[in-house]
């Protein structure tokens, strides 16, 4: 015989109405994309965070300024000829009597567009170049490899020389401006290095097993490389990127400056620069502006690379701590 159970209409009232225990299932940490890591990790690095600020405003001088500016680059004051700076003529004027705040607009368009597109091409060829040869090896790779090495070996001076100052260069110069030409040259001779460093570390990729799964599944070699290697790399294709820019404006205000560069009707800082060296005790303001902005492009430069460096490495310490939430401190 089973026991009768008892009505629970005879109960206690305390008795039945007994709380449900809630259960929080929320976790007690965030997750966070690494992408919003190292911005976090850059941005606390505050020489870092002030160079991109800096590197952003001369940016955006060298675009929007010109709208600002009274006089083109190649119209002659001559009332305010070899003057310093004044309401007229914000940067002073040169020996000839142009203004020299048009010219510098200009000019820092100028470097900063060599610098932006030999750093962004040369990073793309360099990772392309790199996996391509790490990925297939074998023949191909001998090939490749030799010809890097003979471009490597090439020398970038001399035929920099030849193509702007040849009589070949001459006819070329009359159909692409200067700055163009020499945005190619620079761009042939600054992915070689990059690709050689590419190359080690792609073929410590192939071995991983998300790459050696994409090949049984049948997956087109193209799409490996761009969607598995080059992704995987990524940290020193940004910094490749930072130092390329740094690296090409340095090579355009280099070779300006000895003759081989930026040529009349176009500026650049190396131009600028260049024309006022012989009039530095007598204009001053021709060489010490040109050479401010160039400092103010190099100098951001130089600082974001470190602090990118610094976010992408997880065991620097050069970043700071992140900060602990109100909760946490409230506990």
């Not at 929007?64 to 914000?90: C, E, R, V």
């Not at 470097?111 to 060829?125: E, F, N, R, Y």
């Not at 992704?231 to 690296?247: A, E, K, Q, W, Y």
């Not at 260049?274 to 430069?301: H, R």
């Amino acid at each position: 015989m089973t026991a009768a159970v008892p009505p629970t209409d005879n109960l206690p009232r305390e008795s039945q109405d007994v709380p449900e225990l809630k259960v929080d299932d929320t976790p007690d940490f965030k997750v966070i994309n690494k992408s919003t890591i190292i911005t976090r990790r850059f941005f606390r690095n505050k020489a870092a965070a002030f160079g991109l600020m800096v590197f952003i405003l001369v940016g955006l001088f060298g675009l929007f300024g010109g709208l600002l500016a009274q006089w083109d680059t190649n119209t002659i004051d001559p009332f305010y000829m070899a003057t310093g700076p004044s309401a007229a003529h914000w940067f002073g004027t040169t020996s000839a009597g142009t203004d020299l705040y048009a010219q510098a607009v200009e000019g820092v368009r100028t470097s900063m567009a060599i610098g932006l597109i030999v750093g962004g091409l040369s990073v793309i060829i360099s990772a392309v170049y790199g996996c391509i040869m790490a990925y297939f090896g074998g023949k191909l790779d001998n090939v490749m490899l030799f010809f890097l090495e003979t471009l490597m070996m090439a020398p970038q001076l001399l035929v920099i020389a030849i193509v702007i100052n040849g009589a070949g260069g001459q006819k070329i110069r009359e159909v692409l401006p200067g700055w163009v030409i020499l945005t190619i040259v620079l761009l042939i001779f600054s992915w070689m290095y990059d690709a050689r460093v590419i190359r080690s570390m792609a073929m410590s990729l192939i071995q991983r097993d998300y790459v050696k799964a994409a090949r049984y599944m049948g997956v087109s070699p193209f799409k490996i490389v761009w969607r598995h290697l080059v992704p995987n790399i990524g940290s020193l294709l940004v910094l490749n990127f930072t130092r390329g820019i740094t690296l090409a404006i340095l090579s355009e205000v280099a070779y300006t400056f000895v003759g081989i560069g930026v040529k009349y009707p176009n500026y650049s800082l190396g131009s600028l620069i260049a024309q006022a060296s012989s009039q530095i005790n007598t204009l001053p303001w021709m060489f010490w502006i040109p050479m401010i902005l160039f400092f103010l492009l190099v100098g951001p430069l130089s600082l974001m690379n470190d602090g990118l460096r610094d976010a992408f490495d997880p065991t620097s310490l050069s970043v700071g701590k992140a900060k602990k939430d109100k909760k946490e401190k409230a506990k």
